[in-house]
């Protein structure tokens, strides 16, 4: 399976100045409009996944796969200091990364209407090298009847952040990457 998606967010904030006119109904007026913030978040993602499934026998079946997700990221977000009149830079990062999510799955037919399944997942981040080597899950199903079922499933399952948090920084009109917060694991 291949599959791409794109997210653009796109957005301008005015800083609104306005006074009273001392009459009885207190009317606000316009007084001056100057830019505050601006930001433009741009992300590509590209996801590829294959799996090989093999059925051992009428019992038992494994499969094999891994999930792919390459990103391409751009961000850009700027807001005004209003004590100096200065725009200060939250986001200032463009790059890539890739999200590899190996897995087995093993499925075991204990009765015609009870299904168990187990399996391990891992992922690796190479955006902050973050790596969860070992997931275990497991999973039963029982169909009641041809309209009805019940589940029950543990795991563990890590996830990564929305993407845009791992590039904030603190203002600053020239942003260092050892200020992002890339160091935030799954």
């Known amino acids: 399976t291949l599959s791409t998606s794109y997210n653009d967010q796109i ?15 207190s009317v606000f007026v316009l007084d001056s409009v100057i830019p505050y913030m601006d930001y433009a978040f741009r992300e590509t993602k590209v996801s590829a996944s294959f799996y090989i499934n093999h ?17 391409i990221f751009n961000y850009i977000h700027t807001i005004r200091n209003l004590s100096t009149y200065d725009f200060e830079y939250r986001f200032n990062y463009a790059g890539n990364a890739i999200l590899f999510q190996p897995y087995v799955q093993w499925k075991y037919k204990i009765r015609e209407n009870v299904v168990l399944n187990a399996g391990l997942h891992s992922q690796f981040f190479t955006l902050n090298n973050s790596v969860s080597w070992i997931e275990p899950r497991l999973g039963l199903k029982w169909d009641m009847d041809s ?6 499933a543990i795991g563990m399952h890590s996830q990564t952040q929305p993407t845009y948090i791992y590039f904030y920084h603190h203002p600053t009109t020239t942003p260092a990457p050892e200020l992002y917060n890339k160091n935030i694991g799954f």
Do not use: E
Not at 55 to 71: E, P, Q, R, V
Not at 147 to 152: D, M, R, T
């Open 11 to 25: 957005t301008h904030h005015d800083y609104v100045y306005r006074h009273i006119i001392a009459n009885p109904d």
């Open 147 to 152: 309209k009805q079922s019940l589940s029950a």
């Open 55 to 71: 059925k051992i026998n009428i019992l038992h079946s494994i499969k094999f796969g891994c999930m792919t997700d390459a990103y």
